[in-house]
């Protein structure tokens, strides 16, 4: 992990000598679910709603091609009812995605598309069950060992959207967990995130 976060600090501060290199800042809600195996039986929780915000840099590779490196803070999870009460399980990223952007001239401004991996590690993360009227929170332990969470995520980013001339842009998303978070976790033991939502963002022009 800490390979990845110099990786994408080096792409960051290259992409201050290319001209053609675009900052920009990006926000909106989120929508995460959890798939999860227990004992071999695949169950997917209900939708929880988050927020995914941070920091990106469109560096140009080509002309309409560009490798997009981004820093978000992005919260995922799920909600499922456990033994008849209603539970929710939200952990906080710090989210790395480093997707290969094609951005075609389409009307006034460039539609994007865009596709590559994300990795991410764990903040902090609450547990809570609606126990009666009395709602029981805890933390989440990250760890290998039953009964924790993997600290490190992994998997592939989707997203597609439209800009503006002026740097103002709209775009959906998609995360794909790869990783099984569940620790001590095999093939029948598994915890996994996904998550997509709506962005909108603002584009700085070229140094």
Same mark, same amino acid.
């Given at each position: 992990?800490?390979?990845?976060?110099?990786?994408?600090?080096?792409?960051?501060?290259?992409?201050?000598?290319?001209?053609?290199?675009?900052?920009?800042?990006?926000?909106?809600?989120?929508?995460?679910?959890?798939?999860?195996?227990?004992?071999?039986?695949?169950?997917?929780?209900?939708?929880?709603?988050?927020?995914?915000?941070?920091?990106?840099?469109?560096?140009?590779?080509?002309?309409?091609?560009?490798?997009?490196?981004?820093?978000?803070?992005?919260?995922?999870?799920?909600?499922?009812?456990?033994?008849?009460?209603?539970?929710?399980?939200?952990?906080?990223?710090?989210?790395?995605?480093?997707?290969?952007?094609?951005?075609?001239?389409?009307?006034?401004?460039?539609? *994007?598309?865009?596709?590559?991996?994300?990795?991410?590690?764990?903040?902090?993360?609450?547990?809570?069950?609606?126990?009666?009227?009395?709602?029981?929170?805890?933390?989440?332990?990250?760890?290998?060992?039953?009964?924790?969470?993997?600290?490190?995520?992994?998997?592939?980013?989707?997203?597609?959207?439209?800009?503006?001339?002026?740097?103002?842009?709209?775009?959906? *998303?998609?995360?794909?967990?790869?990783?099984?978070?569940?620790?001590?976790?095999?093939?029948?033991?598994?915890?996994?995130?996904?998550?997509?939502?709506?962005?909108?963002?603002?584009? *700085?022009?070229?140094?």
């Amino acid at each position: 992990m800490k390979k990845v976060l110099l990786s994408v600090a080096a792409m960051l501060i290259a992409g201050a000598t290319f001209a053609q290199t675009k900052f920009g800042i990006v926000a909106g809600p989120s929508f995460s679910s959890v798939t999860y195996k227990t004992n071999g039986n695949k169950e997917t929780s209900d939708l929880l709603v988050g927020f995914r915000a941070g920091l990106t840099a469109d560096l140009q590779l080509a002309d309409e091609f560009y490798i997009q490196p981004s820093l978000l803070y992005t919260g995922k999870g799920g909600k499922q009812e456990v033994l008849g009460f209603d539970t929710k399980t939200r952990v906080n990223y710090l989210e790395l995605p480093i997707n290969f952007m094609y951005k075609p001239e389409v009307g006034a401004g460039n539609l *994007f598309i865009g596709l590559g991996p994300y990795f991410a590690v764990g903040l902090s993360g609450k547990g809570e069950a609606v126990v009666g009227n009395t709602v029981v929170e805890n933390d989440i332990e990250f760890g290998d060992e039953t009964g924790e969470l993997k600290r490190f995520d992994a998997g592939a980013n989707f997203q597609v959207g439209y800009e503006l001339p002026m740097g103002l842009n709209f775009g959906l *998303f998609t995360d794909l967990g790869l990783i099984n978070l569940r620790g001590n976790g095999d093939s029948d033991n598994t915890f996994r995130n996904t998550a997509f939502g709506v962005t909108v963002g603002y584009k *700085f022009g070229g140094m």
